[in-house]
T-cell receptor, first 114, second 108 residues
């Protein structure tokens, strides 16, 4: 069964450093998403991406965040200058080519900012 | 954007039917309702999705009243392995809002 994969599984960084979280969506999917989940809290939408551009973003997704699909298979989330409050699980998801299609989530990357 | 509410937690016993309701009062016309299950340190896992009325698959049913301002996930006969957090997700296209999650504890 196809699945979304994410690397690394755990990333530790110093405050102010840049991090790049990587995702490989399911190969025939066209919509891609990033979510985050602070420990003990609900999953929060960050951004959606379609046709090589951002479709929607939440107020959490400010100028320190960016997304990219550099090579047709990877989908990345960059945090330019990490803050302590960026510590969370970051989930990538992808969905197929029709509205209302279910999203498949990856296993997540745990980001710890020290 | 839709705002969603769910009960924080529920307890049940093995073999019972469990119904978890999500309220989404300002759901938009095009929004779908999707339910996910999440185990600790894992990504959400799809359970079921619907737009209106009733949807059933091999693991659950989803009931959506005509006004679509709420939805109820029904798990027919829960087992210990169904202990998890259950989220409703409301959205359409590229814009989505998760509910706060319901922590279901299944007791022997």
């Amino acid at each position: 069964e196809p699945e979304v994969t994410q690397t690394p599984s755990h990333q530790v960084t110093q405050m102010g450093q840049e991090v790049i979280l990587r995702c490989v969506p399911i190969s025939n999917h066209l919509y891609f998403y990033w979510y985050r989940q602070i420990l003990g809290q609900k999953v929060e939408f960050l951004v959606s991406f379609y046709n090589n551009e951002i479709s929607e973003k939440s107020e959490i997704f400010d100028d320190q965040f960016s997304v990219e699909r550099p090579d047709g298979s990877n989908f990345t989330l960059k945090i330019r200058s990490t803050k302590l409050e960026d510590s969370a699980m970051y989930f990538c998801a992808s969905s197929g080519d029709r509205d209302g299609d279910e999203q498949f989530f990856g296993p997540g990357t745990r980001l710890t900012v020290l | 954007l839709a705002k969603t509410t769910q009960p924080i937690s529920m307890d049940s016993y093995e073999g019972q039917e469990v119904n978890i309701t999500c309220s989404h009062n300002n759901i938009a016309t095009n929004d779908y309702i999707t339910w996910y299950q999440q185990f600790p340190s894992q990504g959400p896992r799809f359970i079921i999705q619907g737009y209106k009325t009733k949807v059933t698959n091999e693991v659950a049913s989803l009931f959506i009243p005509a006004d679509r301002k709420s939805s109820t996930l029904s798990l027919p006969r829960v087992s210990l392995s169904d202990t998890a957090v259950y989220y409703c997700l409301v959205g359409y296209g590229q814009n989505f809002v998760f509910g706060p999650g319901t922590r279901l504890s299944v007791l022997p």
